[in-house]
């Protein structure tokens, strides 16, 4: 038995060899992940000195905290290096795979550690918004008596995603997309760590970090000779002026860096990806071929549960409501492209119809509601003619919030006191009873006279009041010459508006 034992045991050596085909299995893009928070790229507000964060991580006093950003910005490398920074047990899982029952024995062992060693336990939990409600309730007493410290990185919004228990016990700190020029920054680093990638390691300690035992790639014979000498010197920092950005690589060149840089959309892990397929693609391809593959390579951004959809329905609303067909028309687009269900844009429509035409032109309801109509009959890709229309006509129509506004004026008169009786003229009388009780006593009915009657139809607690204002009421408008200037000269070519005779109103009023 012990001899069976000494036969199936791996040597250290074997181990090391393991561990660096396990590496080397990894994607550039985690490869190449900084080792040092001075190699981090992008988010100066969180990593550079005097911000918020640094400031906690040095006084020892971080707790809890929170990334949220979009993907490929940041998160999981920051919080790696966060760790790093201090003297703590670091443990990472990802709430995509794991559940309560992962997550409790780290619990346990972080108490115990602390009790035992005095060090705290750091548990990075990406994808946290994953965990529901009573998972997430799993963590208070253990944030609240400090046992444990968390990590959490989400790509969507906390507020929406997280508890407000926990929320309460973490910070939220946002990270923001990458630049174009952090991209770049990334890229060039990962071409000056290229010869390191291409290069045959040796074997390694399995409790190195990760970057420093970098994988063998499979690559043509003609890049080879990477392995000898750099791709990228440190002393061509600075910027990819050249027409070949590699001379290993003559088909990498400032453009198809451009493309790359523009596909990824400030995600970094795309841009090393994109890298990648660069890389591998023969040396004979052609600039205009390369950038048609990595165009292929890359999906639109756009989730239909995330933030960048309702982002979006905003902007498309919003580009209406102000009356620029331009900007409207390409935010449809842009959701339409990207797999946005038409119905959903046609709802909204319908809603802005009322809300922002409304009485100036009583037939953009009905146009709203025929397009939903088509969109519900006809289906993409033909669809996005009617929703064309739609849009395009809702933006050039007048605008008037007169009744949308009328409502919101009711309603809050209505909330606050919903228990004002109804007054007794104007009650339903349908029986001899309610008659007798003075139901519907006095009150006229209008079609039966041949002039205007009144009826007292609000209880006498709001009588008088007005919730609809008259066309051209200006009483509660905001007159801010600045912004009318700035319309003036983005939107009607410098020229005056038409309707500056009513600033004299305003200041004789």
Same mark, same amino acid.
Not at 155 to 173: H, I, M, Q, Y
Not at 280 to 295: C, M, W, Y
Not at 332 to 358: K, Q
């Given at each position: 038995?012990?001899?069976?034992?000494?036969?199936?045991?791996?040597?250290?050596?074997?181990?090391?060899?393991?561990?660096?085909?396990?590496?080397?299995?990894?994607?550039?893009?985690?490869?190449?992940?900084?080792?040092?928070?001075?190699?981090?790229?992008?988010?100066?507000?969180?990593?550079?000195?005097?911000?918020?964060?640094?400031?906690?991580?040095?006084?020892?006093?971080?707790?809890?905290?929170?990334?949220?950003?979009?993907?490929?910005?940041?998160?999981?490398?920051?919080?790696?290096?966060?760790?790093?920074?201090?003297?703590?047990?670091?443990?990472?899982?990802?709430?995509?795979?794991?559940?309560?029952?992962?997550?409790?024995?780290?619990?346990?062992?972080?108490?115990?550690?602390?009790?035992?060693?005095?060090?705290?336990?750091?548990?990075?939990?990406?994808?946290?918004?994953?965990?529901?409600?009573?998972?997430?309730?799993?963590?208070?007493?253990?944030?609240?008596?400090?046992?444990?410290?968390?990590?959490?990185?989400?790509?969507?919004?906390?507020?929406?995603?997280?508890?407000?228990?926990?929320?309460?016990?973490?910070?939220?700190?946002?990270?923001?997309?990458?630049?174009?020029?952090?991209?770049?920054?990334?890229?060039?680093?990962?071409?000056?760590?290229?010869?390191?990638?291409?290069?045959?390691?040796?074997?390694?300690?399995?409790?190195?970090?990760?970057?420093?035992?970098?994988?063998?790639?499979?690559?043509?014979?003609?890049?080879?000779?990477?392995?000898?000498?750099?791709?990228?010197?440190?002393?061509?920092?600075?910027?990819?002026?050249? %027409? &070949? =950005?590699?001379?290993?690589?003559?088909?990498?060149? @400032?453009?198809?860096?451009?493309? +790359?840089?523009? #596909?990824?959309?400030?995600?970094?892990?795309?841009?090393?990806?994109?890298?990648?397929?660069?890389?591998?693609?023969?040396?004979?391809?052609?600039?205009?071929?390369?950038?048609?593959?990595?165009?292929?390579?890359?999906?639109?951004?756009?989730?239909?549960?995330?933030?960048?959809?309702?982002?979006?329905?905003?902007?498309?609303?919003?580009?209406?409501?102000?009356?620029?067909?331009?900007?409207?028309?390409?935010?449809?687009?842009?959701?339409?492209?990207?797999?946005?269900?038409?119905?959903?844009?046609?709802?909204?429509?319908?809603?802005?119809?009322?809300?922002?035409?409304?009485?100036?032109?009583?037939?953009?309801?009905?146009?709203?509601? %025929? &397009? =939903?109509?088509?969109?519900?009959?006809?289906?993409? @890709?033909?669809?996005?003619?009617? +929703?064309?229309? #739609?849009?395009?006509?809702?933006?050039?129509?007048?605008?008037?919030?007169?009744?949308?506004?009328?409502?919101?004026?009711?309603?809050?008169?209505?909330?606050?006191?919903?228990?004002?009786?109804?007054?007794?003229?104007?009650?339903?009388?349908?029986?001899?009873?309610?008659?007798?009780?003075?139901?519907?006593?006095?009150?006229?009915?209008?079609?039966?006279?041949?002039?205007?009657?009144?009826?007292?139809?609000l209880p006498p607690e709001i009588q008088g009041q007005q919730f609809m204002?008259?066309?051209?009421?200006?009483?509660?408008?905001?007159?801010?010459?600045?912004?009318?200037?700035?319309?003036?000269?983005?939107?009607?070519?410098?020229?005056?508006?038409?309707?500056?005779?009513?600033?004299?109103?305003?200041?004789?009023?």
């Amino acid at each position: 038995m012990d001899s069976f034992q000494l036969i199936n045991t791996p040597s250290p050596s074997k181990r090391q060899k393991i561990s660096t085909n396990v590496a080397q299995a990894a994607p550039l893009a985690e490869r190449l992940r900084p080792s040092l928070l001075a190699e981090f790229v992008g988010q100066p507000h969180l990593t550079q000195p005097g911000s918020a964060l640094m400031n906690s991580i040095t006084s020892g006093l971080m707790g809890s905290v929170i990334f949220w950003g979009p993907p490929g910005c940041g998160k999981t490398t920051l919080a790696r290096l966060v760790a790093k920074q201090t003297d703590s047990i670091f443990k990472e899982l990802s709430a995509t795979i794991v559940g309560i029952n992962e997550v409790r024995p780290i619990f346990e062992a972080a108490k115990n550690a602390l009790q035992l060693t005095g060090r705290k336990t750091i548990l990075f939990l990406d994808e946290v918004h994953r965990f529901n409600k009573s998972q997430q309730d799993i963590f208070l007493p253990y944030l609240e008596q400090g046992h444990i410290q968390l990590i959490g990185a989400t790509t969507e919004n906390p507020s929406f995603k997280l508890t407000g228990a926990l929320l309460s016990r973490c910070r939220v700190f946002g990270l923001e997309r990458l630049s174009d020029a952090d991209i770049e920054e990334i890229v060039r680093r990962a071409i000056n760590r290229l010869p390191l990638s291409l290069t045959v390691v040796e074997a390694e300690s399995p409790s190195q970090d990760i970057i420093s035992s970098s994988p063998q790639r499979s690559t043509p014979a003609s890049s080879q000779t990477l392995s000898s000498s750099p791709a990228y010197s440190n002393s061509d920092e600075g910027s990819f002026s050249s %027409s &070949t =950005l590699l001379p290993a690589y003559p088909h990498f060149t @400032p453009r198809v860096l451009t493309s +790359l840089t523009s #596909l990824s959309t400030g995600d970094a892990r795309t841009a090393l990806s994109l890298l990648d397929v660069v890389l591998s693609a023969p040396q004979t391809t052609s600039e205009d071929k390369l950038i048609d593959n990595l165009r292929r390579s890359v999906s639109a951004s756009f989730d239909r549960s995330g933030d960048s959809r309702y982002d979006m329905i905003s902007a498309l609303h919003k580009s209406v409501r102000g009356s620029d067909v331009d900007a409207a028309m390409y935010w449809l687009a842009r959701m339409l492209s990207a797999g946005e269900d038409p119905l959903y844009v046609a709802r909204r429509m319908v809603v802005c119809a009322s809300e922002d035409i409304g009485l100036a032109d009583n037939h953009a309801l009905p146009l709203a509601m %025929s &397009t =939903l109509q088509a969109c519900q009959l006809i289906g993409m @890709p033909e669809c996005r003619i009617n +929703l064309a229309h #739609l849009v395009a006509y809702l933006s050039e129509a007048p605008k008037s919030t007169r009744s949308y506004e009328a409502y919101n004026r009711a309603e809050k008169a209505a909330k606050r006191d919903l228990t004002l009786p109804v007054p007794l003229a104007v009650r339903n009388a349908p029986t001899s009873l309610m008659k007798d009780l003075g139901y519907a006593v006095g009150y006229k009915y209008n079609p039966s006279f041949a002039h205007p009657v009144h009826n007292t139809f609000l209880p006498p607690e709001i009588q008088g009041q007005q919730f609809m204002r008259q066309p051209g009421d200006i009483e509660d408008k905001i007159w801010d010459e600045a912004a009318l200037k700035d319309w003036e000269r983005e939107r009607n070519n410098g020229k005056e508006w038409e309707g500056r005779s009513l600033s004299n109103m305003l200041q004789l009023g």
